[in-house]
């Protein structure tokens, strides 16, 4: 059980350090994972920045993920579960085109005049503050990868194994401090797990 995001971040920080990971960019999944990372990127001595995915709502059900875009249109699609609802591709694509749009919006918050960070040929290592599926996570990393970065890992304070299991297929290294088998939700896991405002999130990228 972590106290609130921060403590999971020094947690999770004090843990990839000992590990000996190595990252010259942070990438945190925003707004709950700014907390997380900030002591995270300060442990590793590493830049932060964020990366934003919108998760693919299903029709009528917008709490089921049949996947999940980032800023840059990068896409993880649950294909199992769009065939299992039988959605169809344009319903598909008006879900993905107004995600993506809603996600480009969504970073633009965090930016200012000089744009973000470049991912090529850096180490990154995206932070979120837990996982339940991994939807939003695997389009961040699918992002990582399509912007030629050298190497994608993630790292977190708490997810379930699957998950886990399923993501380090998709990464060059996945970090999770807890993999409880009786994993029902992220907060659960945490004293502590109200709302971040955009305001405060932006607040750790200081």
Do not use: H
Request: aromatic share 4%.
């Amino acid at each position: 059980m972590f106290d609130d995001r921060t403590d999971a971040g020094t947690q999770l920080g004090a843990d990839l350090k000992r590990r000996g990971v190595e990252a010259d960019l942070v990438l945190a999944i925003p707004r709950g994972a700014l907390p997380v990372a900030r002591p995270v990127a300060d442990a590793l001595e590493a830049d932060l920045d964020v990366v934003v995915a919108r998760k693919l709502g299903a029709p009528g059900n917008p709490e089921l993920a049949l996947g999940a875009v980032a800023s840059d249109g990068s896409v993880w699609y649950n294909d199992d579960l769009i065939d299992r609802l039988g959605v169809d591709d344009e319903t598909l694509e008006a879900i993905r085109t107004r995600e993506a749009a809603a996600a480009a919006d969504k970073l633009e918050t965090y930016r200012d005049e000089s744009g973000g960070p470049t991912l090529e040929g850096q180490r990154v290592l995206v932070v979120d503050d837990g996982v339940a599926t991994g939807a939003t996570a695997r389009a961040c990393l699918e992002q990582a990868r399509n912007a030629d970065a050298a190497a994608v890992s993630l790292a977190v304070p708490v997810g379930p194994p699957q998950a886990i299991a399923d993501l380090e297929a998709l990464a060059d290294a996945v970090y999770a401090l807890r993999e409880p088998a009786d994993f029902r939700a992220v907060g659960q896991w945490y004293r502590e797990f109200g709302q971040v405002s955009d305001e405060t999130a932006m607040e750790y990228l200081s």
